[in-house]
Nanobody, 125 residues
Framework: VQLVESGGGLVQAGGSLRLSCRVS????????IGWFRQAPGKEREGVSC????????SYSESVKGRFTISSDGAKNTVYLQMNRLTPEDAAVYYC???????????????????WGRGTQVTVAS
């Protein structure tokens, strides 16, 4: 399984970015895909996830209403649309793939078996 993130960069507070996670080597429909982030000195946080088999999604409270996860099966790509960004959103964002649990995704890192290398998101105040 290979995951490659893209779309990170520098944005002003209040702005938007869309991250992409290209997944290869697995049947896209059989996996849950999660987005995680980690800022310096902070623990890794499960931001959002999607399970293709059930069509369910999940968001952390810190991003609910601002971030949207979606997928394009034809492109084997999962997106994370991030709106109204704040400096607290600055981090390295990782996508990860793992088998869904009872058809659902969870924002716990131990569900995921394959990880991308991450993409940096910087938010200027």
């Amino acid at each position: 399984v290979q995951l490659v993130e893209s779309g990170g960069g520098l944005v002003q507070a209040g702005g938007s970015l869309r991250l992409s996670c290209r997944v290869s080597g697995v049947s896209f429909d059989d996996y849950a895909i999660g987005w995680f982030r980690q800022a310096p000195g902070k623990e890794r946080e499960g931001v959002s996830c999607i399970s293709e088999s059930s069509g369910t999604t999940s968001y952390s409270e810190s991003v609910k209403g601002r971030f949207t996860i979606s997928s394009d099966g034809a492109k084997n790509t999962v997106y994370l649309q991030m709106n109204r960004l704040t400096p607290e959103d600055a981090a390295v964002y990782y996508c990860a793939a793992g088998p869904p649990l009872f058809g659902l995704c969870h924002r716990h890192a131990n569900q995921y078996t394959s990880w991308g290398r991450g993409t940096q998101v910087t938010v200027a105040s």
